[in-house]
């Protein structure tokens, strides 16, 4: 059975990586997401793709040079499909708070070996505090990220983006005992697919948009795919998910 995650809550809907996305993504029945961090300046886990503010917000500047309540009062509605109210960038918190997935899966980028440790910290204190460690995978790119995972966060489920084959994705995940894969579909091959399921890894491939695309990765076998339309995701695969 495939699964489906909403990609930055529902993307293609409303304006990504907001609490009105998420709830739009649940509202499809679809009941895990996926979505991007950044710490503030007063280290608190922000929910934002880019490391930077321009593209969703139009404001200038580093989400990294703003404490998290001047970035709450940001409206992230830029660059998105139109949206008549204002969506604030959220706390990981208030997702937390506000949203009944059953798992989430958090990317972070990359960065350095301080900001990697503090930013996995606080991702394991607030998983902690709201009893989600058994409902969050981290993943990322990033071997920093995921060494520091490693180190200072065993607790955690890892995963590994791969984006780029030139480095075998497969020998990464398993040299950081990841659990998941999120692998670029066009990446994802039967084989590998094959062969990343028998190394005991949970294949989720993004971004995935096309129904047709959908039926035939969900013909392959992947355990789960990542959609801006977790909607038509939903309706697309039926009884598969």
Known sequence: MTQIYGHRGAKGEAPENTLTSFQKCLAHGVRRCELDLHLSRDSELMVIHDPT??????????????????????????GGPGWVQPCPIPR????FEKCDFEHW???????????????????QELTRRFGLVDKVTVTSSSREVLRALTRLTPELSRGLVAEYAWLDPLKIAQNY???????????????RLLKAQKQGLHVSVWTVNEPALMRRLADFGVDSLITDFPGLASATLGNRC
Do not use: F, M
Not at 92 to 95: C, G, K, N, R
Not at 105 to 123: G, P, Y
């Open 177 to 191: 005992d990841c659990k998941l894969l999120a692998l670029n579909w066009t990446l994802c091959t039967p084989e």
């Open 105 to 123: 899966q958090l990317e972070v980028k990359s960065a350095s070996r301080v900001r990697a440790a503090h930013t996995v910290l606080a991702i």
């Open 53 to 78: 503010l321009k593209r969703t917000t139009g404001h200038r500047g580093k989400v990294v040079e703003h404490e998290a309540a001047e970035l709450v009062t940001y409206d992230a509605r830029k």
């Open 92 to 95: 990981l918190a208030e997702l």
